[in-house]
């Protein structure tokens, strides 16, 4: 962009004719000693020599004027008579003749060279400007570093000052109103100097009209001002007074929609000062064309940053937003979503209440990201939620949890071949969709103490002791999920109270810059803090292994080890005789009265009841009796038989199967689970609010 100011060009112009005049003139009198032995056609080559310098300068008129005293010179001071413009030959006529006619030409021939090489060097400046705009612009997924991205490639090159407007709606990912007014900011200024009178980046948002015509701009194009002082309609585009950008020297401007898929997303102004020549309107193509590249990208970003929230909105909504209360384990858990490079995983973690005062602690992890990453963990976490109420062994889960997946990943090639089919495409071409996941499923028992898991392809936790030595628990990892055809084995455990238990995903400990086994000795390191509080330990390992910008989601959920006290657990073996039902009864009551829970006596002592004839009656030796004062009274009674008893509609005349009604009806929870001994009838009572 070449300065062009008035005064200077002026200047210019007349030193040139002033060389024009003067330079055949002293050139001449320098040739005036050898006149008489120098050759007139040489001297007429030395004078066009010094015409073609001056016409060099750029001016048409001064070659002309440098030409005319070329001739003037040469035939007052070179030629016969000296000192007159006279000829005393036919060929000194000639010569005199050819040097006008021939510094015209070259001077003409000059001065279109030297304009053709401006255009040369104007339209390889403007390509490599918008060359380095196609390369500098869009970066980022970022709408306001675009915007900057934008601004910053201009000044200096194209304008003295830039200003980006974007409508908030676009900031935040969403689309753009088709008519009416919306709310713009301003988020990119920049310019050759930092004075200026133009608003700030920030600030609170300003009402516009959404139409471009309606803003004075046809069409949508840009529009150019080459003089701000002759007209007052380019002061319905900007938000900036027309009195301090006029005083501050703002000569030019052109004004561009950012355009994108028929929506116009802001607006951008190019300013030029009066030290710099006007806006012509060559160079609405230029701005035109910035615009439209910085709008390309300012779209792709506004579309990724909707895509973006919308899957961690899906995300955070499937991920559980409070864990629940229980007694056997006091839990923390930390999520950080990927960067936004990588777009949004398919991380999970759950804390799940079971029967018996247990909980299962979940940790899994979705193959890719984007919305259907998070869509497949919002399924695998109902169904590991699911099969958690039946109460199924971590080995057992995982397996259904596998035949899952197996049909998941079925469906989705069903669906992408019928897809093909409808689109007439190759089979080589067809995509296949692939669910691919891992996870690990723990259930702790705070009565015994036990933990049982098991993991598919997920990494096992790191165990810490009550001390605070950090160990990683050594087990069997089985396949990941979807695989199918291979066994899951369980791993099991006897924790101390106190322990804790560390569930991590592998973008926890697997990063660019280490490999896993020197992120899994970090994180045993990061949790060798004795008697830390989970919250503490869990922003020490992020802070220790967690990047500021993860390439994959890390979760990491913390529990540590509660046990129940025997005074809070009663167990008692019932000989398989009906007549120790009413000795079954006495001793709940017993321990009732003894826990202080009189208002639940005639309750349970129905569903002791209930449950232990129905053992003895359908069940087989040994049958066990247990009462477990929790958040909720717990009463279970266990046999050796597998065969699990369901809850059926009875009819007025039958004389059995109202048992388990009467159980559902007066207990708040019931169900059954299977164990290596045969099966576990479980009930649950609220516990009475005190004052």
Known sequence: MGKWLGVRWLSNIRTAIAFALVGPLIVSLMLVPFRTTFPRTDAALVLVAVVVAVAALGYRSAGVVAALSATLCFGFFLTRPWGALSVTSPQEGWTAALLLAISLAVSELAVRALNQRDRARSAHDRLKLLHDAGTAIGATLDAE??????????????????????????????????????????????????????????????????????????????????????????????????????????????????????????????????????????????????????????????????ERATALALQRNLLPRHLPRQTAVEVASRYLPADSRAGVGGDWFDVIPLSGSRVALVVGDVVGHGINASATMGRLRTAVRTLADVDLPPDELLTHLDDLVIHLTDDERDSAAEGDEEDDEDTDTATTGEVGATCLYAVYDPVSRHCALASAGHPLPVLVAPGGRADLVCGFTGPPLGVGGLPFETTELDLAEGSVLALYSDGLVRASDRDIDAGLTKLCDALSVPDASLDTAGDTVLRTLAADRPADDVTLLLARTRALTPGRVATWDIADDPALVIQARKLAVEQLDAWGLWDLTFVTELLVSELVTNAIRYGAAPIRLRLIRDRKLICEVSDASSTTPHLRRTLAYDEGGRGLVLVAQLSYNWGTRQTTAGKTIWCEQRLPVTG
């Open 145 to 306: 570093r675009t915007a900057q991205e934008l601004a910053q490639v201009a000044v200096g090159r194209f304008a003295d000052f830039v200003t980006v407007d974007l409508a908030v709606c676009v900031l935040a990912g969403e689309e753009m109103p088709s008519e009416g007014v919306t709310q713009v900011r301003r988020v990119a200024v920049a310019g050759v100097r930092r004075d200026h009178p133009l608003l700030p980046v920030g600030g609170p948002p300003r009402l516009a009209l959404c139409d471009p015509l309606a803003r004075g701009s046809p069409c949508g194009r840009a529009r150019i001002e080459p003089d701000l002082r002759a007209c007052i309609d380019w002061q319905a585009l900007v938000p900036e007074p027309a009195g301090a950008v006029l005083d501050h020297g703002m000569r030019s401007l052109i004004t561009a929609p950012l355009r994108a898929r028929g929506s116009v997303l802001g607006m951008v102004a190019f300013w030029r000062t009066r030290d710099t020549r006007p806006f012509t309107d060559s160079d609405l193509s230029d701005a035109g064309e910035l615009a439209a590249k910085a709008a390309a990208a300012i779209d792709n970003a506004r579309r990724y940053t909707r």
